[in-house]
């Protein structure tokens, strides 16, 4: 009987929590804007999956996302030259460092469902959405394929990857 007691109270609580946190004000556009769930700043798609009041855990998991992206990124910038950051080597390299990053934390599912969320957006020109999709494709077969967690060798695969012609590029 006491755990009843217990589960109302916390029924309770997160019913308490949720009219205060529903009951600030603040624009859903400038909440996004400001978060920024993913490199390049959110799409609908991601937007929708971020900012859920059905899924609040989620808003967790995109920040988690958008710490891995622009780790991805300052990578890439620190191992190719600025000219090839779109649409090039080191675009390619960033797409696959950063699924693999999202595959350590999310496993390859959770990997794919960021990666595809962010290539769908009606200004991603298709054949820059295909080279990202392969590009992802990658990063998240070669993650899934060396110890979890070990950046070093994740860097190297999808170096290799690129050497190898595995990853596209279009310029």
Not at 126 to 139: F, I, R, Y
Request: overall charge negative.
């Amino acid at each position: 009987m006491n755990w009843i007691y217990q589960t109302i109270l916390i029924i309770v609580i997160l019913q308490n929590l949720i009219t205060n946190i529903l009951s600030i004000p603040v624009e859903p556009e400038t909440f996004i804007r400001r978060q920024d769930p993913y490199i390049g700043g959110g799409n609908q798609a991601e937007e929708d999956y971020c900012i859920s009041i059905l899924h609040p855990t989620r808003a967790l998991e995109c920040v988690k996302a958008k710490n891995l992206a622009d780790e991805a990124l300052t990578n890439a910038q620190n191992n190719f030259p600025e000219s090839t950051l779109h649409n090039g080597s080191g675009d390619a390299y960033r797409h696959c460092y950063w699924s693999g990053l999202l595959t350590f934390e999310f496993g390859v599912a959770g990997a794919k469902g960021f990666g595809d969320r962010h290539e769908e957006s009606p200004d991603n020109p298709p054949e820059e959405k295909a080279m990202d999709l392969n590009n992802n494709n990658v990063g998240r077969t070669v993650a899934s394929q060396i110890k979890k967690g070990d950046k070093n060798a994740l860097s190297a695969a999808c170096k290799q990857a690129l050497t190898d012609g595995r990853l596209k590029t279009l310029n």
